[in-house]
């Protein structure tokens, strides 16, 4: 079982404002770190896997920061966009050992105000 | 690629009854998950498979659940009986390769349902 923590749960922010939000996981057994946006009423959708120590990943507006030795990673909304407005997850696989699977955090939940 | 496809979009049924929800994985993908949306736990795993055999179960609630996948195309899990605190999204996800941890899940649109 791996304690994966998430925070803020909710954040809400105006059109262009920059944000961040935290996941925190166990930093021992690390193996990756996957991020996944999920608009409401769709499915989840993967934004980024990192598996580095210093890795740092970007599409477009957004991109993510992993420090594996304290265990969190950061993500980064620059400018943010009433399109953003989602719940964001991360999902490191379990520690000890994975054959595939995942464990979700909560969540944080944004919301951008035109 | 038509991507997962779940079937139904959404279920009511009366509480007591069998509920089957289906699921056609993206073709070639070798990894099949099962997970379940709550307000209180938000997403978690039910059970996965690869290559059709079910890995890890210990997520299923209790034994009134069951899930099968006969072959690589096709997967389904049960409720028997239903009871009203099995309302929740249920979702399917498939990914490439059995046991790479870096793959991606792809989601299927997912299963909503209500238990009366």
């Known amino acids: 079982i791996l304690n994966v923590e998430q925070s803020p749960q909710s954040l809400h922010v105006q059109e262009g404002d920059s944000t961040n939000f935290t996941c925190s996981f166990p930093s021992s057994n690390f193996y990756a770190l996957h991020w996944y946006r999920w608009e409401t009423a769709k499915s989840p959708e993967a934004l980024f896997v990192m598996t580095l120590n210093g890795d740092e990943k970007k599409k477009g507006r957004i991109s993510a920061t992993l420090n594996t030795k304290e265990g969190y990673s950061y993500l980064y909304i620059k400018g943010s966009q009433p399109e953003d407005s989602a719940t964001y997850l991360c999902a490191p696989p379990p520690a000890g050992g994975s054959q595939g699977n995942l464990i979700f955090g909560k969540g944080t939940k944004l919301s951008v105000k035109p | ?116």
Not at chain 2, 46 to 63: A, Q, R
């Open chain 2, 1 to 116: 690629d038509a991507g997962v496809i779940q079937s139904p979009r959404h279920e009511v049924t009366e509480m007591g009854q069998e509920v089957t929800l289906r699921c056609k994985p993206i073709s070639g993908h070798n990894s099949l998950f099962w997970y379940r949306q709550t307000m209180m736990r938000g997403l978690e795993l039910l059970i996965y498979f690869n290559n059709n055999v079910p890995i890890d179960d210990s997520g299923m609630p209790e034994d009134r659940f069951s899930a099968k996948m006969p072959n690589a195309s096709f997967s389904t899990l049960k409720i028997q009986p239903s009871e009203p605190r099995d309302s929740a999204v249920y979702f399917c996800a498939s990914s490439r390769f059995q046991g790479a941890i870096t793959e991606t899940q792809y989601f299927g649109p997912g299963t909503r349902l209500l238990v009366l």
